[in-house]
Every structure is written in structure tokens, then in C-alpha cells.
């Protein structure tokens, strides 16, 4: 499981056109799954990306998890995370999850957020969407359940 992490002042997402989703100050979550990943990896991801220490303390240093700086989070499912562009110019997406289970490994994942005690919103799975977002920072991470 795959997570672009982007911390934002705010950001939203749009389907037809129609505002699904947005957030002010919090973390914009770009989620892949991918083949193997387990309601496990959703946990510890979740946990990860709510605890991790990226926003800053009164003193402007990175030492706030987004609960603590009281911001909230926007998972967007996104199996392109799962491109493997070793060959060719055509990304392969073999490896991402079937829909089924990465949808269902997505929702786990935003579950365990909202159980962390962040508010979370989504993103309209499988759906064309639009993100819109404002970078804070820019603070962009990419972390991968296998290497945690």
C-alpha cells in the first residue's frame, strides 16, 4: 500500500463538476493498493500517516502530528500509485489491488483514521475527480506500507 502524503492549507475534490470533499489545514492522502496488501497494512499505514510529526510546534519546527495541529485529512484513491514504469514508456498498473479490494482496503484505511481521531473525508472511488489543493510547505512524503 502506497500513500503520497501532501500537507495542505486546503484542498478538494470535484466530481461532474460537483464538490465532493474538501478540507482547510490537514493532509491530502493519495492511497494505492496494491496486490498482497492486507487490512494490516491499511492499519499501520493509517496510524503512520496520522502520527507522523510533519506540521509545525509554536516554534516552526515540524513536531505536530495533523491531529495535534487539529487538521484534518482527504484520502483520494489513486491506483496509478501502482504504475510500474521499469518498462517501455507505458506505465503498467498489473500490480495495483482489483477494484473490489483495493476499494474495500481504502475504506479500512480512512476507518482507521477517523478511529486515530481524525476527521477524514474521501474522494469518490473509481470516479474521474478533480483535486484541487494548496500545498503547505510544500510538504510532500511518499511512504510504502512494505517498508515500514
Sequence with gaps: MKAL??????????VDCDEVASIDK?????????KG????????????CCELRIFEDSVGKMNLSVKD???????????TL??????????????AAP???????YER?????????????TGRFAAHMQVALTNDGP????LDSSAL
Design 37 to 48: 496488501d492486507t487490512e494490516a497494512e491499511a492499519l499501520t499505514l493509517a496510524r503512520k
Design 99 to 105: 477494484p473490489d479490494e483495493a476499494n474495500a482496503l
Design 139 to 142: 510538504v510532500t512524503i511518499m
Design 69 to 79: 495541529a487539529g487538521g484534518k485529512v482527504l484520502a483520494v484513491s489513486q491506483f
Design 5 to 14: 502524503i501532501q500537507r495542505v492549507s486546503k484542498a478538494s475534490v470535484t
Design 109 to 121: 484505511f480512512c476507518e482507521f483514521c477517523r478511529a486515530g481521531g481524525v476527521e477524514t473525508s
Design 26 to 34: 490537514g493532509l491530502l492522502i493519495f492511497l494505492g493498493v496494491v
Design 82 to 95: 501502482a504504475a510500474d514504469c521499469k518498462k517501455g514508456r507505458r506505465p503498467s498498473f498489473d500490480d
